[in-house]
């Protein structure tokens, strides 16, 4: 397995430019796997601390786009509500973000602007899928296997604004700690929301791909 801080071979994409980048921090023990393709893919098991994260930001990533592209390929393990990535949180900040995850083999969304939503159709567990979210301003669309899987419309901000910082695969940074009395630092008892599956080919563009294949 791998653990400390090194570079990973998960390929991240920033603004549709093909830009790969290192990962940064690795926490906990998401071993390499095979991938859903040629490259090792991490496998995560849902344990508390085991994450993949950028904290600088993504190069070429217009966070006033008012646009977003999330897609991955994934092989989850559990029907538990679990994120696939997460962007703009952290345990002291929380504005401008957003979550793309699995709820009871549904895929769900949830941002700063107005959408709060899951999937029409399911995600099944122990079998490679290939997953998306687009936001385009005010709406959005879910994809499965290339698939529209429902379409939603904000509730509130006609246009977002997301956050260039703290992009974290397979866990949701706000979630992973909490403040004692005394200022240090512990793991909070719940809503650690890890991943628990196979993670591969995660994508994030600050474009909306609407009508593309997803796949």
């Known amino acids: 397995g791998v653990t400390g801080v090194q570079t990973c071979a998960l ?7 093909g830009n790969t980048l290192s990962l940064g ?9 095979g991938g859903r ?20 930001g993504l190069s070429g990533f217009n966070a006033d786009s008012g646009q977003l592209t999330i ?11 679990q994120t696939i990535a997460s962007m703009g949180r952290n345990p002291d900040n929380f504005s401008q973000q957003w979550i793309f995850g699995l709820a009871g083999n549904k895929l769900t969304f949830m941002d700063s602007f107005g959408i709060d939503a899951q999937s029409t159709g399911v995600v099944d567990t122990n079998s490679w899928h290939h997953v998306a979210f687009v936001r385009n301003a005010s709406r959005g669309i879910f994809y499965i296997d290339g698939v529209p899987s429902g379409d939603v419309v904000a509730t509130t901000a006609n246009y977002p604004s997301y956050r260039n910082r703290d992009l974290v695969l397979g866990g949701d940074w706000r979630n992973f700690s909490y403040t004692n009395s005394d200022g240090s630092k512990a793991l909070a008892p719940a809503d650690w929301k ?12 600050s474009v909306a791909q609407i009508g593309r294949a997803h796949v």
């Open 37 to 56: 393709f040629t490259n090792p893919a991490h496998a995560f098991r849902g344990a508390v601390g085991t994450y993949l994260a950028v904290s600088n």
């Open 194 to 205: 890890f991943f628990s599956g196979d993670l591969d080919e995660v994508a994030v563009a």
């Open 11 to 17: 390929p991240i994409y920033s603004s549709g430019q």
């Open 71 to 81: 897609s991955a390929w994934v092989r989850p393990s559990s029907k538990d509500e």
């Open 25 to 33: 921090t690795v926490s906990g023990n998401p071993l390499f796997v």
